[in-house]
């Protein structure tokens, strides 16, 4: 049977039932949005399932249907295709015997063929029909990726070489495995798991010796994965090589360091911050991804619902004050204070921020980075600040009663103040103040708005799907029974696309307390948290879970992702 093109691919699928003339004119205005193909459409629509759609395809086309996974692939057949042409056309040739070359095709045209035909001439090749989703976990899995111009292999050819050249080292030479001569191949390898990270969007990177090799991790979205382990011998020299990346003292492997990278990756300028630690095994490095490219600095698409956004902007637009951003490490409390201070970095104000440590560096705002060793602590910074005409200041943490009483005498003298903390939620922030040492009295003077905030993975928009609770249980989680009527929910499931997690990227949630005039008798009198908290909800407050129930609405996350963030009393 000859090959059809999109629209007459949706006329055969009318044909066979399998689709109605309403879904392929659906589908067909989704292509044309969006750029997509019309099987993808369909996907995405949900009028037909992948496994569904192969079936119709082979039965449509006339080639077999085959499952594949990276590890069925004979790299002998696989080089005989430029990649560009893999990419391009969605093929991948993936065994070879003799002169028979079998290929896998996930979108069948008479273009991919006749490229088949020019590019395998002097081979017979026979056609399988592959999922899109294990052709692109093919793909991702052998893909050469480019690192400052240079292409870097795949990792079991790298670990290979390099693991040869370090034996060589040893055999003939009897020097250390650092030697240059086996630079090459650890350079790649060091290369290629910083593009890898890069490339899945990782925020961190884990290099972690082991009593029998070293492991790679990837925290994506919060969460570490496990992304390959490497020989024993590989640890030294892999761990030598960052260490030189980062200009830290080789030799010294007895004590923590601390180091910077800056790299360009695939195009894209992007800053690591690198510590290492001594363990009983080795050193471990840990490398932080900093690409500013990335950094979400508008206010607007960070999360906020639209009155905790209101509460937030009015309290900006306050001459004076304390504003806290609270939540655990790693919940984005430095992008919201960063957004915050692009907003009100204008040529007429002077922004003064002290960090520990200063992650993303911005035109027109005056930073200073924490160096306890000489002394430059938080509350040794501020009181400089004051010294400097400041009308804005940032603090990146209050950790004891000096940072918090400084901070506090500057938001009462006329200086807007932006600082993070550590607590659960928003109104625990003022028993935490309370506990540090500083009196309610001033705690209602100079607080003018407390944020708490957590971040949940997004779903992926490509594998989502449908998932059904009883009222019971929606009602008990608390949703309120008028969001309960009609409410679609979705759940993970795992793609190519998101790396088989089922969630792509995160979003945060927000609980905004502003101190209104009931808050600040609260807090004068010494009302325990509940009770602020109580107030604070009659006032507009959305609580974290509340939060989330309006991403969960929204198809924006699960269920199952608020609950392992939020809880409630």
């Known amino acids: 049977m000859g090959l059809v093109g999109a629209t007459s691919l949706g006329e055969q699928l009318i044909k066979k039932g399998i689709i109605t003339d309403g879904q392929l004119i659906n589908a067909l205005k989704l292509q044309k949005a969006e750029g997509i193909k019309i099987d993808a459409a369909l996907i995405k629509l949900g009028y037909i399932s992948e496994e569904k759609l192969l079936e119709a395809l082979s039965s449509i086309y ?33 065994a070879k015997s003799g002169n028979t070359v079998k290929v896998a095709i996930s979108e069948p045209s008479s273009t991919a063929v006749e490229n088949l035909k020019f590019l395998l001439s002097g081979f017979n090749f026979q056609i399988y029909l592959i999922k899109n989703s294990e052709l692109n976990s093919i793909i991702n899995k052998f893909a050469q990726v ?26 003939e030479t009897e020097v250390q495995p650092e030697s240059t001569r086996v630079d090459a191949p650890i350079i790649k390898l060091a290369d290629k798991i910083i593009i890898d990270a890069v490339k899945m969007r990782a925020s961190d990177i884990h290099i972690e010796p082991h009593e029998k090799g070293v492991a790679i991790r990837y925290r994506i ?53 690198v510590s290492t630690l001594p363990t009983i095994y080795g050193e471990k490095i840990v490398l932080r991804v900093l690409e500013k490219g990335n950094l979400q600095l508008d206010l607007t698409k960070l ?34 204070l960063y957004s915050a201070l692009m907003r009100l970095n204008k040529p007429d104000v002077n922004i003064m921020t002290v960090e520990d440590p ?55 003298t006329g200086h807007l103040v932006l600082s993070t903390l550590h607590t659960n939620d928003a109104p625990s922030t003022v028993t935490r103040l309370v506990n540090m040492g500083i009196e309610p009295f001033l705690i209602s003077s100079s607080v003018i708005l407390v944020v708490a905030q957590r971040l949940v ?85 959305i609580t974290l879970r509340q939060s989330g129930i309006h991403k969960v609405l929204q198809g924006v996350t699960s269920i199952k992702e608020v609950l392992r963030i939020t809880f409630e009393d």
């Open 62 to 94: 006339g080639f077999p249907t085959i499952s594949l996974t990276p590890a069925d692939i004979d790299l002998g057949a696989l080089k005989l295709i430029p990649e560009e042409v893999i990419r391009k056309y969605r093929i991948i040739p993936f």
């Open 146 to 171: 480019k690192y400052d111009g240079q292409k870097t292999e795949n990792v079991s050819e790298l670990v290979e070489s390099a693991v040869s050249d370090i034996s060589s080292v040893r055999e």
């Open 221 to 273: 979205d919060g969460v570490l994965h496990n992304i390959f382990n490497l020989p024993l011998q590989i640890k030294s020299p892999l761990i030598t090589r960052f260490k030189i990346m980062s200009h830290l003292d080789i030799a010294e492997r007895r004590l923590p360091q601390d180091g910077r990278i800056k790299s360009k990756v695939l195009g894209k300028e992007v800053d690591f911050r």
């Open 303 to 336: 999360g906020f619902e639209e009155v905790s956004l209101k509460f937030f902007l009015e309290a900006l637009e306050k001459p004076y004050g304390m504003i806290l951003v609270t939540g655990p490490t790693g919940s984005g409390k430095t992008t919201t």
């Open 358 to 412: 200063v992650e993303y560096s911005f035109p027109g705002i005056n930073q200073v980075q924490v160096k306890e060793d000489v002394g430059l602590t938080f509350a040794a910074a501020l009181r400089s600040f004051l010294r400097q005409d400041p009308d804005i200041i940032m603090v990146g943490e209050i950790r004891d009663f000096e940072t918090a009483e400084i901070a506090v005498k500057a938001a009462l």
């Open 457 to 541: 993975r997004k779903l992926c928009s490509h594998c989502k799907f449908e998932e059904k609770y009883s009222k019971e249980t929606l009602l008990k989680i608390g949703f309120t029974p008028d969001k309960i009527e009609g409410a679609k929910i979705y759940g993970p499931k795992g793609c190519s696309e998101c790396n088989q997690t089922g969630y792509s990227g995160r979003v945060a949630l927000y609980e905004v307390m502003p101190i209104k005039e009931e808050i600040k008798e609260l807090i004068l009198t010494g009302a325990s948290t509940a009770e602020i908290k109580k107030e604070a909800i009659k006032h507009g407050m």
